[in-house]
C-alpha cells in the first residue's frame, strides 16, 4: 500500500540531503526561465501570437528538462548534476511528443465550448478590446450546457492528471515512448483519489503562495522602484521573488512525482513476492 505521508517524508528528506546537486538544475533550468519569462510578459504582449508561442514553447522546453533532470536525481540515477542534465537530455523529445498528443486530446475535449461560444457570436477580439458586445447572445440552455461541460471537464482533468502523474518517471527510469500513458494508467491504479487530494492541496498552496508574492512585493517593488516603461526595475524584482517562490514548488514537486513512482514499483515488487 503506497501512503501519500511516506512518499511526501521520502521527498522532504532527499530535498534536503541533495540540495547541493538539485540547486544548479533548480537554479539554471527553473528560475531563470521562469524568471526571464515573467519579466518579459509586458513585452510579449505586444508581439504577434507566433513570436509569443514560439517563446513560450522555448521556455518550457527549458523548465521540462530542468523536472526531467532534477527526477533523474530523484530515481537515483546520479548526484551529480552535470550527469542528471545528460541523463534527462535524451528523453526531453519523448516527453514533449507526449505532452503535445496530450494537449492535441485537451483541445479537442474543448471544441463544444467553442463551438457554442462561437455560434452565440462571442468575439474574442471585441472583448480583448474591453467591448461588452464582444460577449454576443446565448441562450439559457447553451449557457447551462457550458457550465456543466465545463465542470465535468475539470473533474476529469484532476482525474485524468492523477492517473498520468508518473508518466514522466516512466519515460525517464524506463525509457518508455508513448507506452508510457498505458504503464503510468496502470500504476496509478487504486490511488486516483489520493493522489487527486495531494494534487488539490499543491494547487491551492501553490497558487496562494505565488499570487501572494506577486501581489505583496509587486506593490512594494513598484512603490520603491516604478517602471518607467514595459520593462522596469519593479517588474524584474518582482519576477525574481515569484521566480524564486514558483521553482520552489516546482522543485518539491518534481521529486514527489519521482518517489510516488518508486513507492508504486517498490509496493508493485512487494505484491508479487511470494509469501
Excluded at 507566433?50 to 530542468?66: Q, T
Excluded at 479537442?108 to 463551438?115: E, S, T, V
Excluded at 518517471?169 to 504503464?183: M, N
Aim: charged residues 10%.
Amino acid at each position: 500500500m503506497v501512503q501519500m505521508s511516506t512518499v511526501w517524508d521520502r521527498t522532504t528528506a532527499f530535498a534536503s540531503s541533495a540540495l547541493p546537486a538539485i540547486m544548479p538544475i533548480a537554479l539554471v533550468l527553473l528560475f531563470l526561465p521562469v524568471s526571464i519569462q515573467l519579466a518579459l510578459t509586458p513585452l510579449l504582449l505586444k508581439q504577434a501570437a507566433a513570436v509569443r508561442i514560439v517563446a513560450m514553447a522555448v521556455f518550457w522546453a527549458i523548465e521540462l528538462l530542468g523536472t526531467l533532470s532534477l527526477m533523474v536525481l530523484a530515481l537515483g540515477a546520479t548526484l551529480r548534476p552535470g550527469e542528471a542534465v545528460r541523463g534527462a537530455l535524451p528523453r526531453l523529445g519523448p516527453t514533449i511528443a507526449i505532452f503535445i498528443l496530450m494537449f492535441v486530446a485537451i483541445v479537442i475535449l474543448c471544441l463544444p465550448i467553442g463551438g457554442i461560444l462561437a455560434a452565440a457570436g462571442m468575439n474574442m477580439a471585441e472583448l480583448r478590446a474591453g467591448n461588452p458586445a464582444g460577449m454576443g447572445s446565448m441562450s439559457a440552455g447553451g449557457a447551462w450546457f457550458v457550465l456543466i461541460y465545463v465542470l465535468v471537464l475539470l473533474v476529469f482533468a484532476f482525474w485524468i492528471t492523477a492517473r498520468l502523474l508518473v508518466i514522466e518517471p516512466v519515460i525517464l527510469a524506463e525509457r518508455r515512448g508513448f507506452g508510457a500513458i498505458a504503464r503510468a494508467f496502470r500504476m496509478t491504479r487504486g490511488l486516483a483519489l489520493r493522489i487527486v487530494g495531494v494534487l488539490i492541496l499543491y494547487a491551492i498552496v501553490a497558487t496562494i503562495a505565488v499570487l501572494a508574492a506577486q501581489t505583496v512585493f509587486g506593490a512594494i517593488f513598484a512603490l520603491v522602484a516604478p517602471n518607467d516603461g514595459d520593462i522596469g526595475i519593479a517588474t524584474v524584482l518582482t519576477s525574481v521573488v515569484v521566480g524564486a517562490v514558483s521553482t520552489a514548488f516546482k522543485v518539491i514537486a518534481a521529486i514527489f512525482v519521482a518517489k510516488l513512482y518508486m513507492a508504486i514499483t517498490e509496493a508493485g515488487e512487494q505484491a508479487a513476492d511470494p509469501v
